[in-house]
């Protein structure tokens, strides 16, 4: 593993702000393949499924808990070395290793092959996205944060919009093993590209912290954290949603080959487009309005993405019921943006929570709440549901799956306006 250079060892690095939204840009990519490697699995499940003889149980294992087990384990104690260290390096470095599981993916036998294949694409993008978020902090000041952060968040429909549709293509000419390896190989030679480009900033620089890149242990982040009501209620709210959001999008492709006769192509640029379209505009909106009114009130970066969840479930239950695709194309491009309101408030309350030494650390304690619950949990749950169901509904057994699976907004919601009451007071 190449050196990684201590914080103080940091060289001068330009502060303009179109280099600001050329690291943002790189931050971006990255995250896209990112969501690439980790949703590409989604639409290629149908010929999985088909090819090793799976079970939707096991499909929703391989997509959930294979990824999520070394994934949330790994990404505090990398997420710690980023508070001291590097971090351009350890996101280059990670960016390689989840790359190559992911071609090797493509050489996967049977089950358990591909299940440790996951496991390994789990242990690289652990230090993918923790440092990012404290690399986004320390570039853009407090007032453009939400924005920022969103807009790094654009990641997430781009790359899994792109993973469904590049999978979905590749499956359908080729197969599903070919659109592994390729996705994996463009993902290596990404790596060196990005570590020339962004370099590593001072920590703290817009918070009039230059100092607050002194390491510190996890038992006193999270005696920081302890303290902070908020950071856990939102934490737990996200995982609520997110295993809604998570299991969605890993098992909407099959939904609509399945309960709307789809061919697996059409199937990918149909979700591909619900997730770009409805995915960035969520995003954006989210990051704008917490940005406009959070500056005011600090509760607004908690009830906005509960006002969004609380309208979201009745989009998807009239999404997956209505018979008709082009209706149900508007209906789903709504409740996909609402889904997804959250991050630009939320991540930017996290690095508010904590002082600028902790943002990375603390960041990964979010992210091991809200993949191990969300990705762990959302695929496999909606999968055996889908199973458990489908004796008494056949091939809509996935339909009513998804039906009853929109109840865990109304819990993220919940504890959303809970938090509220006591981010004012959490806020640093």
Same mark, same amino acid.
């Given at each position: 593993?190449?050196?990684?250079?201590?914080?103080?060892?940091?060289?001068?690095?330009?502060?303009? $702000?179109?280099?600001?939204?050329?690291?943002?840009?790189?931050?971006?990519?990255? @995250?896209?393949?990112?969501?690439?490697?980790?949703?590409?699995?989604?639409?290629?499940?149908?010929?999985?499924?088909?090819?090793?003889?799976?079970?939707?149980?096991?499909?929703?294992?391989?997509?959930?808990? #294979?990824?999520?087990?070394? @994934?949330?384990?790994?990404?505090?104690?990398?997420?710690?070395?980023?508070?001291?260290?590097?971090?351009?390096?350890?996101?280059?470095?990670?960016?390689?290793?989840?790359?190559?599981?992911? =071609?090797?993916?493509?050489?996967?036998?049977?089950?358990?092959?591909?299940?440790?294949?996951?496991?390994?694409?789990?242990?690289?993008?652990?230090?993918?996205?923790?440092?990012?978020?404290?690399?986004?902090?320390?570039?853009?000041? $407090?007032?453009?944060?939400?924005?920022?952060?969103?807009?790094?968040?654009?990641?997430?429909?781009?790359?899994?919009?792109?993973?469904?549709?590049?999978?979905?293509?590749?499956?359908?000419?080729?197969?599903?093993?070919? =659109?592994?390896?390729?996705?994996?190989? #463009?993902?290596?030679?990404?790596?060196?590209?990005?570590?020339?480009?962004?370099?590593?900033?001072?920590?703290?620089?817009?918070?009039?912290?230059?100092?607050?890149?002194?390491?510190?242990?996890?038992?006193?982040?999270?005696?920081?954290?302890?303290?902070?009501?908020?950071?856990?209620?939102?934490?737990?709210?996200?995982?609520?949603?997110?295993?809604?959001?998570?299991?969605?999008?890993?098992?909407?492709?099959?939904?609509?080959?399945?309960?709307?006769?789809?061919?697996?192509?059409?199937?990918?640029?149909?979700?591909?487009?619900?997730?770009?379209?409805?995915?960035? =505009?969520?995003?954006?909106?989210?990051?704008?309005?917490?940005?406009?009114?959070?500056?005011?009130?600090?509760?607004?970066?908690?009830?906005?993405?509960?006002?969004?969840?609380?309208?979201?479930?009745?989009? @998807?239950?009239?999404?997956?019921?209505?018979?008709?695709?082009?209706?149900?194309?508007?209906?789903?491009?709504?409740?996909?943006?609402?889904?997804?309101?959250?991050?630009?408030?939320?991540?930017?309350?996290?690095?508010?929570?904590? $002082?600028?030494?902790?943002?990375?650390?603390?960041?990964?304690?979010?992210?091991?709440?809200?993949?191990?619950?969300?990705?762990?949990?959302?695929?496999?749950?909606?999968? #055996?549901?889908?199973?458990?169901?489908?004796?008494?509904?056949?091939?809509?057994?996935?339909?009513?799956?998804?039906?009853?699976?929109?109840?865990?907004?109304?819990?993220?919601?919940?504890?959303?306006?809970?938090?509220?009451?006591?981010?004012?007071?959490?806020?640093?």
């Amino acid at each position: 593993m190449p050196r990684v250079r201590p914080v103080n060892e940091t060289a001068a690095v330009p502060d303009s $702000p179109r280099y600001r939204l050329v690291v943002l840009a790189m931050l971006v990519l990255v @995250y896209t393949f990112n969501f690439i490697d980790r949703q590409i699995v989604g639409i290629l499940a149908v010929p999985i499924k088909a090819d090793l003889g799976l079970t939707d149980t096991q499909l929703g294992l391989m997509g959930g808990l #294979a990824f999520a087990l070394f @994934y949330t384990a790994l990404g505090i104690p990398i997420a710690m070395l980023a508070d001291r260290r590097n971090r351009t390096t350890i996101m280059a470095v990670a960016l390689v290793l989840w790359s190559a599981m992911t =071609a090797v993916c493509g050489f996967a036998q049977n089950f358990w092959q591909l299940f440790l294949a996951r496991l390994g694409v789990g242990v690289g993008e652990a230090g993918g996205v923790a440092p990012a978020y404290s690399l986004v902090a320390d570039y853009f000041p $407090p007032q453009q944060r939400a924005r920022a952060l969103g807009v790094y968040s654009f990641g997430i429909p781009i790359g899994s919009a792109l993973g469904i549709v590049f999978g979905g293509f590749i499956a359908h000419h080729v197969d599903w093993r070919t =659109a592994f390896i390729v996705v994996g190989v #463009a993902g290596i030679v990404l790596a060196p590209v990005f570590k020339l480009v962004v370099r590593e900033p001072v920590r703290g620089r817009h918070d009039g912290a230059q100092g607050a890149g002194t390491p510190v242990s996890l038992r006193e982040v999270m005696r920081v954290l302890r303290a902070k009501p908020s950071f856990w209620g939102i934490s737990f709210g996200a995982a609520a949603s997110s295993m809604m959001g998570y299991g969605l999008f890993f098992w909407l492709p099959s939904y609509f080959v399945r309960s709307h006769g789809m061919t697996l192509l059409d199937a990918s640029v149909y979700f591909g487009a619900i997730l770009l379209v409805g995915g960035i =505009a969520g995003i954006w909106m989210g990051g704008w309005l917490a940005d406009r009114f959070g500056s005011v009130r600090r509760r607004m970066y908690a009830i906005i993405p509960a006002i969004a969840f609380l309208a979201t479930a009745p989009f @998807y239950a009239a999404a997956v019921i209505v018979p008709s695709l082009p209706l149900a194309f508007v209906l789903f491009l709504v409740p996909t943006a609402l889904g997804l309101v959250w991050l630009g408030p939320v991540l930017s309350a996290i690095q508010h929570i904590v $002082p600028p030494g902790m943002r990375a650390t603390a960041s990964a304690i979010f992210l091991f709440i809200n993949n191990l619950i969300g990705i762990g949990l959302g695929s496999v749950a909606l999968g #055996a549901l889908s199973d458990a169901l489908s004796a008494r509904f056949g091939t809509d057994a996935l339909r009513y799956a998804i039906l009853a699976g929109t109840l865990f907004y109304f819990v993220a919601a919940a504890l959303f306006l809970i938090s509220a009451k006591r981010l004012e007071r959490d806020w640093i």
